[in-house]
């Protein structure tokens, strides 16, 4: 073992080492973010008139329970679409099941990912071996 | 006739291993069994720790001649001297050339790039800051070191542990360590990869400890996709960024983004197929096996062994809270669009830290997709030792 060091030393290493990481990677930070940006303006002039936002979809759970009455809790039309869907693919599901299923409520779920519940679905299956 | 064949068996007796094993020997065999076993049966980084487990065992065994440290010893003119090696070293002797004159990192480097998809950092560069932030685990380690009275170089190769990344670890004590020093490249080597192993286990606890139930819960916006252009520009950008700043970081950090450009060129798919697989492969053979000889009895069986283990695991705990509590300074600074559990993800490991994050996001709610998001910190975290590593050999 050599000698041991001077604690100014040792602190000189640490305070070194983190700013030169920090400054190495913000710098990095800048520079990726510029070329972003310039990517971004280029492909907004590649395409000036872009379409409209597609209207977000509110992904929807479903609760179900056998032999429960029916408690719609939401009203507006692209609901009543959802429901009807959901309905079915519950009656198919009682069809196969041989077990009697109703709709006994249909929420909308908040901070849901991205896309429909079947492909949230799958990417929970994706994901379950991490 | 009966006396030559006396004479010849006692020869052969006393001239053999059993003859010379002693109990250091014996106890050095024994602990490359465990690691064998944490490989085989735990699956413990299996690539690494077997090929590093079994050059234990070999170095190990009296006699047989197979890596001899002596060998190494710096000479006067400040290097080793080669040509002595290639005449009178043993097969691990050859083989250790590419450990000590740091070859087989950068070239595993080269297969991490063209495996590695920089798109998430691409997408969100600010993750940059959990992958720098993570570093401190390095750096106050080396206090935690020179604390316990190590030398510099000796504090050097313990705290880059911290970085958890192996390739790196083994580089940088590769170069800092001397024959001097109480411990050796493959004590380092040997801890660095047992604690990537046990990353699924050591950080979550950290991470719950360090935030509380909203925190975890944070969903965080879709990454917007990156272009082929982006994905192109970004390693020549960042080997020209990184190896102006720390000129030492230029051999990880280069061969790095040159395996990460030939992937993202799309024209050199026979070169990729090549450095991601034959290469790798027989460079992670060469590496594992004959960092695993460095382990010699006397270097492992003493005080030191246990401090290299101990700091080891605080390096890795330091990194992992480090980067869980810039993750949640992030998260107020955001007003609540980050969530802070990607920061521990910015130490390397990859991709187990990003994986680690993505579960104990998951534990929360379920359809909670933090992986993507995590991965950008984790290879942050990649070049942020590589950096890290840098500043190390050059100041010390």
Known sequence: MEMQMELSYVFAVVITGLVVVFLGLILLIAFISLIGMFFKKMSQKNKPAAKPAAPAKTAAAVKIQPAATVQPAVSSEDDDEII???????????????KNYRVKSVRAVSGAPVGNAWASAARIEAVRPF | MFDVFKEAITELATTSGFAAIGWKEIVMILISFVFMY?????????????????????????????????????????????????????????????????????????????????????????SFLLGAAAQAGIFITFIGAALLGMSPTEAGSIAIIGGADGPTAIYVSSKLLKPTDTIDTGTIALAAYTYMALVPIIQPPIMRLL?????????????RTVSRTEKIIFPIAVTIVISLLVPSAAPL?????????????????????????????????????????????????NLSFAKVIILGVIAFSIGTAAGVLFGKLMYVATKGKVNPLIGSAGVSA??????????????????NFLLMHAMGPNVAGVIGSAVAAGVLLSII
Do not use: W
């Open chain 2, 350 to 367: 990859v991709p187990m830290a990003a994986r680690v994050s993505q579960k104990v996001g998951a534990s929360e709610n379920p359809t």
């Open chain 2, 38 to 126: 944490l490989a085989i049966a735990k699956n413990f980084e299996p690539l690494l720790l077997l090929p590093i487990s079994f050059g234990m065992l070999l170095t190990n065994l009296p006699l047989s001649g197979l890596y001899n440290p002596d060998l190494f010893i710096i000479n006067e003119e400040g290097h080793i001297d080669v040509l002595n090696v290639l005449t009178n070293g043993g097969l691990l002797d050859l083989l250790y050339l590419g450990v000590k004159l740091q070859l087989y990192p950068p070239l595993i480097f080269l297969g991490i790039g063209t495996m590695t998809d920089f798109s998430p950092l691409i997408a969100n560069p600010k």
């Open chain 2, 253 to 301: 950090v280069g061969m790095l983004m040159l395996g990460n450009l030939l992937k993202e060129s799309g024209v050199c798919q026979r070169l990729v197929d090549t450095a991601q697989n034959a290469l790798m492969n027989i460079v992670t053979i060469f590496l594992g096996v004959s960092v695993g000889a460095t382990t010699q009895a006397d270097k492992i069986l």
């Open chain 1, 84 to 98: 009807a869907v959901i309905s079915a693919a519950v009656a198919m599901m009682s069809a196969s099941d041989g």
């Open chain 2, 211 to 223: 935030t509380t139930k909203k925190e975890r819960s944070v969903v965080m916006e879709q990454l």
